[in-house]
């Protein structure tokens, strides 16, 4: 059995160009938790100046229906977010640090060792508090500013941030090859997960190397929301009804509704009004229930 | 080293609404060749009332200019279609068999005993003739009328086509996932290729897993193209150029210019006037030149 844990809401939407309401996004949250998926990251308390697709966090979780063998998660970047996020009520801090000095300052505006600093408060934290914690390792096989990232920086990193309950290895511009993602799954303690885009078509091929490294928790979209700020024309996230697909087919359990995903990016795709980068819910179960 | 196979004249454009002239056709073959890319799927000796997409053959293979180390290959339903291919005077005569009796009727107008019949009397020929010959098992992990494709029927059917150079085990409408691919490449006497759609987003995935069972051929598409005629929305044959950006990160040789492939999916866009769905091309090499 896979862990997924859905980052529509929170990865796939901040990197679209329509802002959606606090209200949808929670009525998002909620038709995903339905479908049964065991994680859900549900907002970003981030500056809504810096990405105003993200406002009103706390009104998307006032507004989650909270379901059992639900774990609703957020993301942080330093302690003001935990705060934020701690107040909301939500089960997991996600606390993103980045591979390389260039990404960090860019992103959260602080050098790798400072985002390691505010990691480890928060984490220390989060654990006082009973909350799940999550590292991600963003930029963790590549980075738009300096280029393929040295597997063994990323090892090292992983240490420094062993205080979560897991780490997440993200090929956040989507550069990633499969034996790449399989390779540094291998050398990073358990329990270890990937968060993978499809900017080149290698997405789920990561996945399942992932798998095959001894990944436990896999990031995906619904739809594959998102893209990529860094390659314009270019998609995001791995679509979740399609991993479900492949996991499923390959005898991987999800315990996810496949069917009810499809709805949820039918009725994603008339919101946005345009094709999303899925293609389960495009070309159909096989074989047709 | 891996021998991608081209199909992207053949397969590709077969399923695009858009009829390009066979001049075009030979121009694209011409430059998928100068790419480096060892086969090249040229041209398809059926019906041109049937198949109008293919219609003049015999012109586009004229319009060849032939270089040193392709291995320029035709499709052949019957030994009409064999005669026309052998007169035009291509290399490799790829041959397909539908692994289900509905789809073999709907797409060859033949029993699948039927067309192992026809196929054996052109493999024959072709080893007479000294043309090297190819097996494509359509529909070898699911069929659009009959579903799941019982592995050991296509295990068997291989053994009726043992007489050609080469089995090709065609996911014909992309339902399979890795594991599948995997588990029949490795009961399939090698050597074996695999041609992959990527129609519900686990083509490239199932690549990687048809290399892990020892295939040592991979069909693919410039740029993507094509369709599927069973899923209107969906998309075709995995794109060629990704699959070299997966194979070269994991340090699988290809041979294959990755540049020089991605200036011609820019060529086919500007030509059909519409992205492909490849993803390379618009995102970008990884670390860039």
Known sequence: MIAICEVGPRDGLQNEKDVLPPATRAELVNRLAAAGLPRVEAASFVSAERVPQMAGAEEVVEGIERRDGTLYAGLALNEKGYDRLRAAGLDEVRFAVAATESFSMRNANASVE???????????????????????ISVAFGCPFEGPVEPA???ELAEQLAAADEIVLADTIGVATPKQVRALVERIEKPVGAHLHNTRNTGFANAYAALEGGATILDSSIGGLGGCPFAPRATGNIATEDLVYMLEGDGVGTGVDLEGLIAISEWLESLLGRPLEGQVYRAGIFPAA
């Open 153 to 155: 920086n990323v090892v």
């Open 114 to 136: 400072e985002a390691v600093g505010a990691a480890t408060r928060v984490l220390a934290r989060a654990r006082e508090d009973g909350v799940r914690s999550t590292a991600t």
